[in-house]
């Protein structure tokens, strides 16, 4: 059974850098072929793809936002970290991460969570 | 990478069908048949319904389907019901492992 968990801080102040970081189980990113993605969703507004690392460290970005976001492995095995600087209110949103799977879709997802931007 | 362009809201009643559009581009959509479709109930993680443009995964109804023709994907919902009333979110890969989403389309069930 695949699943996986998003964890971070509730609340970042603008300019602030976000950490969250995806817990995940039922799978192995030691494994060809197997990445973890992170998407947000801003309050009623649309998903958004921000990024993916797949086993072998391959990393992929959004052209919008690659200067600000970074992606890794890590610390524990089962997990991976996102990073994104420079943080301003219109960030607001729940980040999710979840799973691409063999056919490009994302089968997985963990259950969200909502970061907002406030001083 | 431009946002996929989805209709803001489609209504029907029940038992109807009802057909969402997504539109891209030659970059996306019209370059991969790789679309894939997404039920998103507020405060529930979104749930894949269509991959690959129009199969289903174990699970989903078939009263979903999806198709795809140039720079347009579709997801049709035949024999509407009231558990279907939710976004719809449409995703097309972009090539060299990036992702495009919809725009989002609210879904009424009359």
């Known amino acids: 059974q695949i699943t996986l968990k998003e964890s971070g801080p509730m609340l970042v102040k603008p300019t602030q850098t976000l950490t969250l970081t995806c817990t995940f189980s039922?799978?192995?990113?030691?494994?060809?072929?197997?990445?973890v993605a992170w998407i947000r969703q801003p309050p009623g507004k649309a998903l958004e793809w921000l990024t993916v690392?797949?086993?072998?460290?391959?990393?992929r970005y959004s052209p919008s936002l690659k200067t600000r976001l970074a992606v890794t492995k890590g610390p524990s095995k089962n997990q991976v970290t996102l990073t994104m600087n420079n943080m301003d209110p219109v960030d607001t949103a729940t980040y999710y991460c979840?799973?691409?799977?063999?056919?490009?879709?994302?089968?997985?997802w963990g259950q969200g969570s909502l970061v907002t931007v406030s001083s | 990478q431009s946002a996929l362009t989805q209709p803001a809201s489609v209504s029907g009643s029940p038992g109807q069908s009802i057909t969402i559009s997504c539109t891209g581009s030659s970059s996306d959509v019209g370059g991969y048949d790789l679309v894939s479709w997404y039920q998103y109930h507020p405060g529930k993680a979104p749930k894949v319904i269509i991959y690959e443009s129009r199969k289903w995964p174990s699970g989903v109804s078939n009263r979903f389907s999806g198709s795809r023709s140039g720079n347009t994907a579709s997801l049709t919902i035949s024999g509407l019901k009231a558990e279907d009333e939710a976004y719809y979110y449409c995703c097309s890969y972009a090539g060299s492992s990036t992702w495009v989403f919809g725009g989002g389309t609210k879904v009424t069930v009359l």
């Open positions: 979840a799973t691409p799977g063999r056919a490009l879709d994302f089968d997985y």
């Open positions: 039922g799978f192995s990113l030691n494994t060809s072929g197997v990445g």
């Open positions: 690392i797949y086993w072998d460290d391959d990393k």
